[in-house]
């Protein structure tokens, strides 16, 4: 195995000054060492990772990192800046940079060294060390881990505290053997990618706790597996730590313990603040929920700052439950959609009205072939809402809530109540599974709670509310949306085509972007003439952002900083896939100037494709399905129309800062320049 990092990786004077210019600079040591195939794709993939969370930490440290099929090996490689780079840190700006690079296929052994050294970085004296180094093969030999033994794996150190509790207690002859044992605390760290808040989160909490006499034992559901916690170290435990940025995993195994749920840089920052917390929850007797865990520690925001953030949690929450549900349904939606899509090309849209292949096919009939594809599209359609509400439902409650959500999600379709139906009823299925969660119950019991006992009541609480109580007004308000949107014409679609642009471009693969999304993913699961007016709309819109500063980049190379005109290049590829965090880099880098031109010309596509009534049954994909799209001519003409909006208003905005750089004359040789902000 290749070392992870190198003399050639290191940069002990990184001279950028912004978190994009850093990530360029050390991910090219990168490519020189044949470590990264394509700059541009696996700086979009760092571009990406960064825009979910800051990757800044306390203490002067900021790690940007990514999986990507463009890494071949994986790498670090670390850069030490004399003037600090914010990467979002609440502390400050970052002086210790590193850009880790993970394979999108790299094994576990790998990542288990990736996650060595977040863990090393909770260590002051190897910071320390870091700030003070001269000599970068010093200090690649360092971070290698080269001048100082390894320490033991958790493993062992909490299997030697446990063998020497079991001494004690035997010694003692079961006398006293309360004040031998220490206060116990499982956790869980977790975040989206996996490589390093996760591992930073976990060695941050089991430091905290060695300082403070606890004894913490962390279950890292990160990308280098995910090794679950001994039952007999759960059972065993005071209190229970959760600090993830996505769903905890089989959740049900904490049920009836102390709970402190936050986000997993509260884990990194505030260790000891989540371990007092767990002991003041269990000298009370209390069992937290999600929502007061949020309360009592304020940290809801994921990071422990600012107020009302439990309320803020309590919607990132929801939004993560119902994206969810539509990620899970979209497969459905692509392939079905795709199916009768193709089947309409070829038989015409009576194709839907022709007789079961089963009974009749003919080999040599393209109508035959045609009925084929239509009918198996229409099976895959047939799955979406029970697929969305079982995965909503799982999303909030682990796999107990799997079958009530899949049964509210049929009935749905029983009655009518279609899409909405199908969120209300992954809804209620998690809520109701969580609620009998809570419920205490005889150990005896508890190995078939989840298989037959929550299952059971929860599908026929479930049921019955869908059936009977919930289910015909929720049809009532589906077929008035349902008869808004088919009947939305001149003005009114031309609005809704502005708001929908709008939502699109706002925050380029955000909140708004995403509920804007999902409501049109949602269409296509009862699909109408206007629902797919609606995800025509979305898709156009949301190509926007990336052509416009591809063109932009292209038309106005001056106006562009060298690493903005290579960023464009690559936004031609990502605008026409339908990829809107294309835009990001641009965005990040001036938002003030890019996103309200983007979203006027997010505004223009979306109005322009609803007034021409383009259709689109696919929920992706680009202009590689505009052979399947109703009007595709008037939907490209609509996305050239928006590319040149958004295109003119940022070249005549970014136009306009430039008078005082280039009165100063100083455009450098290679066409880049001194930005002086607005």
């Known amino acids: 195995m290749s070392e992870l990092i190198t003399a050639e990786l290191v940069d002990l004077d990184l001279s950028a000054t912004t978190k994009d210019a850093a990530a360029r600079s050390l991910a090219e040591r990168m490519v020189a060492a044949h470590r990264v195939t394509d700059l541009d794709g696996f700086l979009a993939d760092v571009a ?12 002067g440290i900021g790690i940007p990192h990514c999986r990507s099929e463009h890494v071949n090996a994986p790498t670090l ?40 050294l977040a863990r090393r970085l909770m260590d002051p004296e190897f910071t320390a060390a870091l700030r003070a180094g001269t000599d970068p093969r010093a200090v690649a030999a360092l971070i290698r881990g080269e001048e100082a033994p390894e320490e033991p794996e958790r493993e062992q150190v909490e299997a030697g505290k446990q063998e020497q509790a079991e001494t004690g207690t035997e010694a003692a002859g079961g006398t006293g053997a309360a004040e031998s044992v220490p206060f116990r605390i499982v956790a869980v760290t977790s975040c989206p990618t996996g490589i390093a808040h996760t ?57 009836g313990k102390p709970l402190v749920d936050v986000g997993v840089k509260a884990g990194i920052n505030r260790p000891a603040e989540l371990i007092a917390e767990a002991r003041r929850r269990a000298e009370r007797g209390e069992i937290a929920t999600a929502s007061d865990s949020d309360k009592a520690s304020g940290s809801g925001d994921g990071d422990g700052s600012g107020s009302g953030a439990d309320h803020a949690h309590f919607g990132v929450r929801l939004r993560t439950y119902l994206m969810s549900g539509v990620s899970y349904m979209v497969p459905f939606v692509a392939a079905g959609g795709l199916l009768i899509a193709l089947s309409f090309a070829i038989g015409g849209y009576e194709i839907a009205s022709a007789k079961s292949v089963a009974d009749h096919f003919v080999w040599g009939e393209a109508d035959s072939w045609a009925a084929l594809l239509n009918q198996i599209g229409s099976a895959a359609f047939g799955f979406l809402v029970p697929v969305l509400a079982g995965y909503i439902a799982y999303g909030m409650a682990d796999r107990p809530a799997l079958v009530p959500g ?45 298989v037959l006992v929550i299952p059971l009541i929860a599908s026929a609480v479930v049921g019955f509310l869908m059936f009977i109580v919930v289910g015909k007004p929720i049809a009532s308000l589906q077929n008035a949306l349902t008869d808004w949107l088919n009947g939305l014409s001149g003005s009114n679609a031309v609005i809704l085509g ?39 709309a979305v898709m156009a819109a949301g190509m926007v952002p990336p052509l416009a500063m591809a063109l932009a980049t292209t038309v106005r190379r001056r106006l562009f900083t060298k690493t903005e005109r290579e960023n ?77 909006v958004a295109t003119a208003l940022v070249v005549l905005l970014k136009g306009a800062r430039r008078t005082a750089p280039e009165a100063a004359g100083d455009a450098g040789a290679d066409g880049s320049r001194v930005t002086v902000a607005a």
């Open 48 to 59: 990406a990772r960064e825009a979910q969370m800051p990757t800044g930490l306390d203490g």
């Open 77 to 116: 490689a670390f850069g030490r800046s004399g003037a600090g780079i914010d990467f979002g840190a609440a502390d400050g700006p970052a002086d210790l940079i590193f850009l880790i690079a993970a394979p999108a296929g790299a094994d576990d052994d790998h990542l288990t060294i990736l996650s060595g």
């Open 199 to 255: 591992y930073m989160a976990a060695e941050s909490l089991a430091a905290a706790g060695r300082a403070e006499g606890v004894e913490v034992t962390v279950e890292t559901q990160g990308s280098a597996g995910f090794k679950k916690l001994d039952p007999a170290v759960v059972a065993a435990a005071d209190a229970v730590i959760w600090a993830h940025d996505v769903e905890v995993r089989e959740k049900a195994r904490f049920r």
């Open 406 to 450: 899949f049964v509210g999600g049929a009935i749905a379709l029983t009655v009518n109540a279609g899409f909405l139906g199908g969120l209300v009823a992954g809804l209620l299925a998690g809520a109701v599974v969580m609620a009998v969660q809570r419920v205490p119950v005889h150990a005896t019991l508890r190995g078939i709670m989840p």
């Open 498 to 536: 502005v708001v929908l642009g709008l939502m699109m471009c706002f925050d380029m693969g955000g909140p708004l972007n995403k509920v804007a999304y999902a409501f049109a993913v949602g269409g296509l699961a009862d699909p109408t003439q206007g629902s797919l007016k609606v995800m025509a």
């Open 568 to 644: 464009g290049r690559a936004a031609w590829v990502l605008g026409a896939s339908f990829i809107t965090e294309g835009a990001i880099p641009f965005a990040a880098a001036d938002p003030l100037r890019v996103i309200p031109s983007v979203m006027a010309g997010g505004a223009v596509t979306g109005a322009l494709s609803m007034a021409f009534g383009a259709t689109l049954r696919a929920p992706h994909g680009g202009v590689f399905v505009v052979p399947l799209i109703g009007e595709p001519f008037l939907y490209l003409l609509a996305i050239a129309a928006g590319t040149l």
